[in-house]
C-alpha cells in the first residue's frame, strides 16, 4: 500500500518562496502521476498541480502556473512543489496524492493520499 507523506509547509510571508516535498513509504510511486491538492478552510479543493510518472505531462491550477514548478526525483522516490512568490490566497492545507490512472488522471482518480502540510502566507 502506498503511503504518502508531505513535508515543507510553514507560515512565511507573502512573496517568500516554499518548497514542499512528498515521500513515499510502503511501496513505489512507479508508473503513477503524483500531484498536489490544497483546501483552504471554508472552500473546496483545489487541484494545484501535477506530474506524470515520465514528468513528460504536467498540469498546473491557472493561478499559481506562473508561480510553482513540479518536480519529481525518480531516484529518491519524491516529488516537489516548488512555489514562489506566494500570496495570501496561497494558504491551504496542500496534501500530496498518486494515482495509477491515465497520464495525468483526474482529479477523482487520484486514490493515494497524505496527510496534509500547512501553508500559511501572511500579507
Known amino acids: 500500500q502506498v503511503q504518502l507523506v508531505e513535508s515543507g509547509g510553514r507560515s512565511v510571508q507573502a512573496g517568500d518562496s516554499l518548497r514542499l516535498s512528498c515521500g513515499v513509504s510502503g511501496g513505489t510511486l512507479e508508473n503513477h502521476a503524483v500531484g498536489w491538492f490544497r483546501q483552504a478552510p471554508g472552500k473546496e479543493r483545489d487541484f494545484v498541480a501535477t506530474i506524470s510518472w515520465s514528468g513528460r505531462a504536467i498540469y498546473f491550477l491557472d493561478s499559481v502556473k506562473d508561480r510553482f514548478t513540479i518536480s519529481r526525483d525518480g531516484a529518491q522516490n519524491t516529488i516537489y512543489l516548488q512555489m514562489n512568490n506566494l500570496e495570501p490566497e496561497d494558504t491551504a492545507m496542500y496534501y500530496c496524492?498518486?494515482?495509477?490512472?491515465?497520464?495525468?488522471?483526474?482529479?477523482?482518480?487520484?486514490?493515494?493520499w497524505g496527510h496534509g502540510t500547512r501553508v500559511t502566507v501572511t500579507s
Open positions: 496524492a498518486a494515482t495509477d490512472w491515465g497520464e495525468l488522471g483526474r482529479p477523482s482518480d487520484y486514490r493515494f
